[in-house]
């Protein structure tokens, strides 16, 4: 799972668990407040009726006070007996609900649950049935008992309201936490965007742009700390690959000179009447040896130069036409050895950007190879074409083939397919190596079609 999900996750995993302990809090607090509430209502309304006993006329004034009738009592459950408990007033609900009444001159308080008689009744209620909280009070004035008193509330009134609380608190948890996955997204999103540009800038270094630094964007926090780490730790493997191929030029390079003074001696030993004619035979076959050895040498030479030296600045505008008719033209001496036939196949003239040298190493290196495997009498066809963007050149021989296994190694350095077959041939596997390299080098593009005994074609696509 990435990084940016887990935390989206665990910011709203957290919240809806907060959310959800402060909900029931509430839920739970505020059902006690009502609860009690419910209870001081009650009493309340006890006291109201208590004090407005008149001792001279022996009544309860609230009872001929219409609004008090009409407004207050309406919500009650509400009997009055006096002390000789005869029943001198009860509110209309009494006819309505049944319930289990407290036994008189008792004082108490308590919940049950009536069942209700007749419609309409001032609430709701399920199955007929509702609960209430009751207060029986013996009502004494000056030390005497008046009578006994019982009243008595619906629970349905909190119940609503605890309803509609809850209705609030689960909108709001809904509410809420599609805001906090919403804002932790976007934040995350945004906190973790320096580590996708280092992902990206990182993804694009390799060997050739190992000089290439990343970008540090804040130095203080842990994305600038870490990409601090990998530019020193790039500056060292940089080091190290300099190092390694400065030390392939040096090796090569102290390579070459004897070896060139080793062949000029023994070409110039070939001439010498004194030598027996079986020795010169060994000295043509050493001096054969020779020459693949600078061969070898001259082209580690060109990669590790081509690869320790960017020079991109040394391109040229060059007719990549005329380049090929060079090659060609060098390469038949060889073709015509085998009797093969090589046809060059262009319209015009095509300028392109590019390092001469390099260029006619590409070409004549995958002409060459074209030549060494392909038989004798076989056919060697280069074609020049062009679309809006690339200059493509396809050379297509009748040779031997590729096997599929190998194609995505061909371009190794030292990858042979048919080892002593191209050895025999003075190969050592570097022709493609260095062919890939330079076509690097130019922007372009490189790709091989081939088939076993029917033969191979490959297409290098430079940029206008
Ligand atoms: N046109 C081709 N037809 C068949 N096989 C090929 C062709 N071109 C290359 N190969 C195979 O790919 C291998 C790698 O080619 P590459 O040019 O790198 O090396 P090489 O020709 O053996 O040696 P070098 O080019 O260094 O003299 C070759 O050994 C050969 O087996
Ligand atoms: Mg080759």
Redesign the pocket.
Known sequence: MKIRTRLVFWYFFTSLILLLIFSVGTYWGMRHLLLTSLDEDLIRVKNDIINSYNPETNTFEVFSHPYYLEEEFSNFYLILYNSSNKEIFKSNLVDKVSLHLPSLNYDTTYTTTAKILKQPIPFKSENNQAEFRLIGSTVIKNDNLIGYLIIGESFERIHESMDKLLQVLLFGICFITLVIFVLSYFLTERSLKPLDVLIDQAKKLGHENLGERLKIVNPEDEIGKLTEVLNNLLKRLQDAFDKQQEFMADAAHELKTPLTVLRTHWEGELNNKEIPEEFKLKLVQDIETITRLS??IN?LLLLTNSEYMQFRGEFEKLDLTELLKDVIANSSVLAELKNQSLKFNYDSSILIDGDKTKLYQLFF??I???V???PENGKITVTLSRDQSYVITE?R?T????PSN?LPF??????????D???K???????????KLITQIHNGKIS?E?KIDE??A?KIMLPI
Do not use: Q
Not at 410 to 419: C, D, E, G, T
Not at 425 to 433: E, I, K, T, V, Y
């Open positions: 061969k070898l082209n290196n995958l060459d190879n074209a060494k495997y392909t050379i021989d040779g031997i083939g590729i190998d061909i371009f190794r350095r030292f990858y042979r397919v048919h080892k077959r191209s050895k041939m003075g190969g050592n596997g570097l022709g493609l190596a260095i062919v091989v081939s033969g191979s490959f």
